[in-house]
């Protein structure tokens, strides 16, 4: 029998004493509290979902740029309508008309929901499916330590009773700085708030006094405020867990779709989103050989 259509929170005891740590580990994993998420979702990502969710040292800028190199890359080219009722599809750009056989669109649901791409003919099954699928916020702040005393990806938490706290982690990959994490609400509450300070209090709350002269902001994430993303990653609201399946759909054979959230269960990781980008190339590149 088929679990019920219902949000995870309906399954944990909204009087049990780590419900609120529950819920700030939803904020780290869908980037949205346990009231949001559909349970159908989050069983996907915990039956099927790999374990590869590591960091990449040397950041994932210069792991895109490698995959990118000797490609001829066009950025501050924002598609902003795709006409696929000829022969060949014609995609609009501030640099003017772009034509082609296939595409791939791999863009944050955000971009789709709101419409910033406007399909013609209409594909109002994928605009609903994104908004079905919407970006939570998870967001890093990043302070340096003047002599830490701990070691290489030691972790602490800020505060196991409270659903607004920060997943701390300690010298990654042995460097003086520590990485605080926070996820759904509290990120939400702390994008336009001082999301270091509140990192620091957490920390010298555990550490002591004396720690608070130790840690320097470096950086911040706002991931809410960037222009063609809105968000971090995506979650199915109540109901909708099957939109990834339907996000992902090609149409006509001719247009493609990939991403983190069109993935069945690695959703929500940068390694699911590849597995969709490469399924897509393998559709395109597989309908090409049949037309040859």
């Not at 109540?238 to 996000?247: D, E, K, N, T």
């Amino acid at each position: 029998m088929k679990a019920p259509t219902a949000p995870l929170s309906d399954f944990i005891d909204a009087h049990d004493k780590w419900r609120p740590k529950i819920d700030a580990i939803s904020g780290y994993a869908n980037g949205a509290n346990l009231t949001q998420v559909s349970l159908h979702d989050w069983a996907a990502y915990e039956e099927a979902a790999t374990d590869d969710n590591w960091t990449v040292k040397e950041g994932y800028g210069t792991l895109v740029a490698s995959h990118a190199a000797g490609l001829s890359i066009r950025l501050s080219t924002p598609v902003t309508r795709i006409d696929h009722s000829g022969r060949r599809i014609k995609l609009d750009t501030p640099a003017g008309t772009i034509e082609a056989d296939h595409v791939i669109v791999c863009v944050p649901t955000t971009v789709l929901a709101k419409l910033q791409i406007v399909f013609d003919p209409p594909l109002p099954d994928k605009h609903a499916a994104a908004a079905d699928l919407p970006l939570g916020l998870a967001d890093k702040v990043f302070l340096h330590v003047d002599r830490p005393e701990w070691p290489t990806n030691a972790h602490l938490i800020g505060n196991p009773y409270s659903a607004c706290t920060a997943s701390h982690r300690l010298s990654p990959f042995g460097w003086p700085i520590v990485e605080s994490f926070f996820g759904g609400d509290c990120a939400e509450m702390l994008e336009d708030g001082d999301a270091a300070q509140f990192a620091i209090d957490e920390l010298v709350g555990l550490l002591g006094s004396d720690w608070r002269k130790r840690f320097t902001p470096l950086a911040a994430t706002r991931w809410r405020h960037e222009r063609y993303i809105g968000g971090s990653y995506s979650h199915a609201l109540i109901g909708c867990a099957g939109q990834r399946a339907v996000l992902a759909a090609s149409v006509d054979g001719r247009i493609h779709f990939a991403g983190e959230a069109c993935h069945g269960f690695d959703f929500s990781t940068a390694h699911g989103a590849y597995e969709t980008g490469v399924t897509a190339a393998r559709a395109v590149i597989g309908e090409a050989a049949t037309i040859a």
